[in-house]
């Protein structure tokens, strides 16, 4: 299926792509394949790029609906086992390998065809490649993820073979269900773009997701009224006036927009932005790094010890619990009288921002000090002199903590396989991004 397949079938379901974009994705040595505008025609700041009416939309709601029907009202709850849109997407997968007509509508046919049949994302990682996060908050994400998936594809089986009639291998269903999982990771927009609220969960949006990301590029996303010159988009309404008589009411549909907010030049990509994110989320998310960013938009998450409760966060190093759990007996002898530690927690830190506050609060805790800002360092007497000494012990814990940390990441880094047979050469780039 190619792209201007997929064009042509949601412009006969309402939709609308800028004039100056060509009809083909184009393709870039860093990016790869995206959305560009033709050699002859740029767009102007301001313009929308592109128009898919909400009933394009696929939502977790509107693929409840389509598998009830397509299961003929058995099963209502289906979605209360496995997420539905996951469902949905491998169900569409399964009825094009059968050739199955009529399960699909047109535009969602040519749009799940053209999806990317592999991923980049740790979901994929085999075990060599699962070793070089070794450290990171990644690591222990990933296996999460893949247990999960195995979990959910079990049960996703068995509501396909009870409902559908359908037989399909168990490894099959493994790679069809991570497939669904990973295109909805990388391709879901905000809900709140269709008039859903949060709980509506993400959406996908044919057509929307085909640009690539760069940061800072400048666009817009909204819903809003068809344009008249370029969409079908007018729908009439009846309904009983109360006298007896009819009224013809006359509405316009609404539209999911995107626009440019500057200028894009004859034959240059057209990106869009998903946001100011760290290489950790869109490596988990999108399976993908911004080595152009920097860091700038990276996140240091640190956790003093204790089990965390978030698959996607990463234990301290053991030399850092050390210096925490050294630093805090030294105290205690000190001080018998001190206030117990607080529950651990994750703190994330954005590079380039001062220490977390909550972080500064904990390690406070951890040294017995009753409180981070019990007193001004710069005020009189005892009080600020003893502020002043718990600040500089925080600070020295902390200094501890990081060094032990980076220690032990570097470390194991040096230890890595970077060269392993099995290790895919994108994903040992990706992944040394990533750790840098």
């Known amino acids: 299926m190619s792209f201007s397949a997929l064009l042509g079938a949601m412009q006969r379901a309402g939709g609308s792509l800028h004039s100056a974009i060509a009809r083909e994705l184009g393709d870039d040595a860093r990016t790869g394949a995206g959305l560009f505008c033709a050699s002859s025609a740029g767009i102007r700041k301001g313009d929308a790029v592109l128009q898919v009416p909400l009933r394009c939309v696929l939502s977790r709601e509107r693929a409840s609906r389509e598998l009830r029907r397509l299961a003929g009202g058995e099963e209502e709850r289906a979605e209360g086992e496995v997420d539905a849109l996951l469902l949905y997407l491998v169900v569409a997968r399964l009825a094009m390998q059968r050739r199955e007509d009529g399960f699909l509508p047109p535009h969602l046919h040519a749009y799940i065809a053209l999806l990317p049949r592999t991923h980049l994302l740790p979901l994929f990682f085999c075990p060599a490649e699962l070793a070089l996060l070794l450290g990171t908050p990644l690591l222990a994400f990933a296996r999460a993820q893949q247990a999960e998936a195995k979990r959910d594809a079990a049960r996703a089986q068995t509501w396909i073979e009870r409902c559908l009639g359908w037989h399909i291998e168990q490894q099959q269903m493994l790679q069809l269900w991570s497939w669904a999982k990973a295109t909805y990771s990388s391709r879901a927009f905000p809900p709140s773009l269709a008039g ?12 929307m997701d085909a640009g690539n990301h760069r940061r800072g590029a400048q666009v817009t996303w ?3 009224a068809g344009n008249d010159d370029t969409n079908n988009s007018t729908t ?4 009983a006036a109360a006298a007896g008589e ?3 009411e006359e509405k316009k549909e609404r539209f999911v927009q995107w626009t440019i907010e500057e200028e894009v030049l004859p034959g240059q990509q057209v990106c869009n932005n998903y946001g100011a994110k760290s290489n950790e989320e869109f490596l988990a998310s999108y399976g993908f790094v911004d080595a152009t960013a920097c860091g700038v938009d990276d996140v240091l998450s640190l956790r003093l010890g204790g089990a965390s409760s978030s698959s996607s966060s990463s234990s301290s190093s053991g030399a850092a619990q050390s210096a925490v759990a050294s630093a805090a007996e030294s105290r205690a002898q000190a001080q018998p009288q001190a206030q117990p530690q ?4 994750t703190h994330y830190w954005r590079i380039e921002s001062a220490a977390p506050a909550s972080l500064l609060s904990e390690l406070h805790a951890s040294l017995g000090h009753a409180s981070c800002s019990s007193a001004a360092p710069g005020g009189d007497g005892a009080a600020a002199r003893g502020a002043l000494q718990e600040r500089g012990e925080v600070m020295e814990l902390l200094e501890a903590l990081l060094c032990a940390r980076r220690q032990s990441f570097k470390r194991a880094e040096r230890e ?3 060269g392993a047979a099995e ?12 750790r840098k």
Do not use: K
């Open 196 to 207: 859903l609220d949060d709980a509506a969960g993400p959406i996908l949006i044919p057509l």
């Open 342 to 345: 607080a529950q651990p927690q």
């Open 416 to 418: 890595m396989d970077w």
């Open 423 to 434: 290790v895919r050469a994108q994903v040992a780039a990706m992944v040394r991004v990533y």
């Open 236 to 239: 009439t309404t009846t309904t």
């Open 246 to 248: 009819v009224e013809t």
């Open 222 to 224: 909204s819903c809003v």
